[in-house]
């Protein structure tokens, strides 16, 4: 049965560093590209951060170009977010998602629970 | 960035409705559009990718439509289990931008 499970969220200080990851198992992980989509509360999806299946290519979403960083090591089956200079408007749970296998990442056909950041003084 | 904008943000409907919500994107997207449920506490599921393609496992009920700028999903009949939010995303750049969802509420 696949899954990813995300972990690594919690309380930090407005400017304060946090580091995500996301555990898959059950599919062959190097073989798909990954994604973060976070959502603050009651509000809606935001795509965050895309990173290619090699993790050799990232992309990233406006608001936190600059202040966050997609890793992978395939190795271990692990997706990373490192987030730094985290703002209140960062709070939010913050999910991992699989990219079907398609040329240029597909739709996102499988996520985890997601992990919750909260950003407080 | 595509900005997506989904209509209506808010749809009140009763069991065995029809419903169709929109999403338009602001340039051409082709077809590379897909519908996500999300239910209160969940994480998003796929329902349609490629603007028609229906994920597998999705009931018939729900179909997917559109090319270029304008989309739209459709619920044939409105059961129980269908009350929760939808979001449209596209995926034609790598910056993957999502509606702002449309929340189906019982009438």
């Not at chain 2, 449920?37 to 994920?55: F, H, M, R």
Request: aromatic fraction near 12%; charge should be neutral; charged fraction near 15%.
């Amino acid at each position: 049965e696949k899954q990813l499970v995300e972990s690594g969220g919690g309380l930090v200080r407005p400017g304060g560093s946090l580091r995500l990851s996301c555990t898959a198992s059950g599919f062959t992980f190097r073989g798909y590209a990954m994604t973060w989509v976070r959502q603050a509360p009651g509000k809606g999806l935001e795509w965050v951060s895309g990173i290619s299946a090699d993790g050799t290519d990232t992309y990233y979403a406006d608001s936190v170009e600059g202040r966050v960083i997609s890793s992978r090591d395939n190795s271990k089956y692990t997706l990373y977010l490192q987030m730094s200079d985290l703002r209140g408007e960062d709070s939010a749970v913050y999910y991992c998602a699989r990219l079907q296998p398609v040329t240029g990442g597909g739709a996102l056909d499988f996520w985890g629970h997601g992990t919750l950041v909260t950003v407080t003084s | 960035d595509i900005q997506m904008t989904q209509s209506p943000s808010t749809l009140s409907a009763s069991v065995g409705d029809r419903v169709t919500i929109t999403c338009r994107a602001s340039q051409s997207i082709s077809g590379w559009l897909a519908w996500y449920q999300q239910k209160p506490g969940k994480a998003p599921k796929l329902l349609i990718y490629e603007a028609s393609t229906l994920e597998s496992g999705v009931p018939s009920r729900f179909s997917g439509s559109g090319f270029g700028t304008t989309f739209s999903l459709t619920i044939s009949s409105l059961q129980p289990d269908d009350f929760a939010t939808y979001y449209c995303q596209q995926y034609n750049s790598f910056s993957r931008t999502f509606g702002q969802g449309t929340k189906v509420e019982i009438k």
